[in-house]
């Protein structure tokens, strides 16, 4: 379970996360829903550790992230904005690589990347270096490495964007998958069919705040339009098509 | 084992086989540790050659109709070929096709009878180095030839030859081919640090820098590692890979010298396993300072290009540096030398190639000043790895 109160992130005279609060729960996919420049990259980078947060509390299944954020960093699994591969080591070498960092060792780490391998549909690609991979090639190899180690709360960063539609399938699959097996997802995305297939509960985040939240029906009650795109950009604050019609 | 060493073990060996990979990283090193033997087997052939030269002297003669009795005598001596003398000498030795001339002038039999000093022209050019030891074989066979006829003509007027040597030079060469394979061999410590430096160079950029610029550092730093551990073993893996530079430099010098060029110039090479040992003592030190400051330099620079024009000028100071410094203290080695890193691996190396022992504080003074600056570059990385504004770009 993941929960952050009141974040706030400033890049010298930029204030780009202000008050933020999210709480996603076990068991649950949580959308991060924003237009781009809203805070998502770096809500999601102050959750997974890598940047700390000028105010504000994060609790990793009740973990205090950021006075121990190595505690926390052990109990997830990303999937980041950027996610750069060793073009001279194979998918497995990558797998392992992470797994090894983790503590994960011997024929529970060898067991665990084949798991990782066939669940990924990767069987093919494994021993192969990852210089030549294709986009969703490479989404696999980062997806399978950031769960190496089981983690019980999944924090992914625009998972499907510029995926085709296989690769897409795939990630879509995991995160259900994930869900089913009571850990906590949460994702970020721009794309509101990603949200709309995958949520049980989005938080609509514009610059820097959260603007609305809930599950994706009660978000067209809150605002009164009926798809959830309108309720989206209602909530963004822009007007609607058909206002400016 | 404790956490922190097994995370660290974990980047280091990750690294390593990453590096085993990089074509770039292998050519490195491999350049790194072939330059030093190919110099030598370079200068060590051109001193072979030049013994050789000196030996052999094949000495156009001009206007040798003039002087038969001493074209004959220049003949008989051991190693020398007269032959046929170019039309334009000055030319032909201006131009590098003839290294020495010998020029008899028109009226040598005539003042030569007359009792008169005849004249002779060596046609040398000065500033060709490889043609001095031809020169100075040809001036002292005219030296000889002048005071032979000499002595003979004080003999036949009844003076004691000596009469007219006020002074009997002799000349003892206390250089030997031993001392010449000396200053040869004195290029081996500077080959062992230049393979230092290459040896972990790539390696080091690509781990910080370009771990960057391919953006899988932000992923690497997800994982539960403090990043004390990362930069330990990204450090680590590049001392390695220079430490094994320097080793197989070092080898590959000793091997050629002894095996294949000894025997050749007859000198003997006497580096033995305590001197090998010591020599190594001395150049390892420097390896993990090396890594860390190309790290470091990884890990600061904007991007990969940017690293690898530091990396550049990284090599060329100190190899400069130690040019410079030895030039200026040809012999010597001053005290404090031994507090600068690079100089001070350097002369402890040559020191030992000399046949000295150099003291136990030399040695010690010279590996603490290269931890103690290795450790606090360490400190200053792990700093910057946890800076944002480093990790995610400026």
Redesign the interface.
């Known amino acids: 379970m993941i929960a952050a109160e009141q974040l706030e992130k400033r890049f010298g005279a930029i204030t780009a996360v202000r008050g933020l609060s999210v709480r996603a729960d076990d068991g649950a996919v949580t959308g991060l829903l924003g237009p781009n420049g809203a805070g998502k990259t770096t809500t999601l980078r102050m959750l997974y550790g890598v940047m700390s947060p000028d105010a504000g509390r994060i609790s990793i299944d009740g973990v205090d992230a950021v006075k121990a954020p190595q505690q926390a960093q052990k109990r997830i699994g990303v999937l980041p904005d950027g996610y750069g591969l060793y073009p001279r080591l194979t998918a497995r070498e990558h797998i392992r690589y992470f797994g090894e960092l983790h503590g994960v060792t011997g024929p529970r780490l060898r067991a665990r990347t084949q798991e990782l391998i066939e669940l990924l549909d990767m069987t093919g690609l494994a021993d192969r270096r990852t210089s030549g991979f294709s986009h969703g090639e490479r989404t696999k190899v980062a997806l399978a490495r950031a769960l190496v180690h089981d983690p019980q709360n999944i924090l992914l960063d625009e998972p499907t964007n510029g995926l085709d539609v296989m690769s897409t399938r795939t990630v879509r699959r995991i995160i259900r998958r994930l869900r089913e097996d009571g850990r906590c997802v949460l994702f970020s995305s721009h794309v509101m069919q990603e949200v709309s297939a995958l949520c049980d509960f989005v938080v609509v985040v514009a610059a820097g705040r959260v603007v609305g939240s809930g599950t994706p029906d009660e978000l067209r009650a809150q605002t009164g339009r009926e798809s959830l795109e309108d309720a989206f950009v209602a909530l963004v604050g822009a007007p609607t098509e058909e206002e400016l019609e | 084992m404790r956490?922190f060493l097994?995370?660290t073990l974990?980047?280091v060996r990750?690294e390593l086989?990453?590096s085993s990979?990089?074509r770039r990283a292998i050519f490195a090193m491999i350049f790194g540790i072939l330059i030093g033997p190919a110099v030598i087997a370079f200068m060590v052939d051109r001193l072979i050659d030049r013994e050789r030269q000196a030996e052999q002297v094949r000495l156009p003669v001009v206007g040798a109709e003039h002087a038969p009795a001493f074209v004959d005598w220049l003949r008989a001596q051991d190693g020398v070929e007269v032959v046929a003398a170019p039309a334009d000498p000055n030319r032909a030795v201006r131009d590098g096709s003839e290294d020495v001339v010998l020029v008899i002038a028109d009226d040598f039999a005539d003042r030569f009878r007359r009792v008169r000093a005849a004249s002779v022209d060596v046609v040398s050019d000065r500033s060709r180095e490889a043609s001095r030891p031809k020169v100075t074989r040809v001036k002292e066979l005219l030296t000889r030839y002048s005071s032979e006829i000499g002595a003979l003509r004080l003999v036949a007027r009844g003076v004691s030859p000596e009469v007219a040597s006020t002074l009997k030079v002799n000349e003892i060469d206390v250089s030997t081919a031993q001392e010449r394979a000396a200053t040869i061999l004195n290029f081996l410590g500077l080959f062992m640090l230049v393979s230092s430096l290459l040896g972990g160079m790539q390696l080091a950029t690509d781990s910080t820098a370009g771990?960057r610029e391919?953006?899988?550092?932000?992923?690497?730093?997800?994982?539960?590692?403090?990043r004390a551990a990362l930069v330990a073993g990204k450090w680590l893996a590049a001392a390695i890979a220079s430490m094994v530079a320097v080793v197989f430099t070092m080898t590959f010098c000793i091997l050629l010298l002894k095996r294949v060029l000894a025997p050749d110039i007859g000198i003997r090479v006497s580096i033995g396993p305590p001197q090998m040992v010591n020599m190594l003592i001395a150049a390892l030190s420097i390896c993990p300072l090396a890594a860390a400051v190309q790290a470091c330099m990884g890990i600061y620079s904007r991007s990969f290009k940017e690293a690898q024009s530091y990396m550049g000028i990284l090599t060329t100071i100190p190899v400069m540096a130690i040019a410079v410094v030895s030039s200026l203290y040809p012999l010597s080695s001053q005290p404090w030398m031994y507090a600068v890193p690079m100089l001070s691996q350097y002369m402890l190396v040559k020191s030992v190639i000399g046949g000295a022992t150099p003291s136990v504080t030399a040695f010690v003074i010279t590996t603490t000043v290269s931890l103690a600056l290795t450790a606090l570059l360490l400190v200053l990385m792990t700093r910057l790895f946890r800076s944002?504004r480093i990790?995610?770009g400026r």
């Not at chain 2, 899988?216 to 539960?224: A, K």
């Open positions: 956490p097994r995370q974990v980047v990750k086989k990453d990979r990089d771990e391919r953006s899988s550092l932000e992923p690497l730093l997800v994982n539960p590692v403090p944002e990790i995610f």
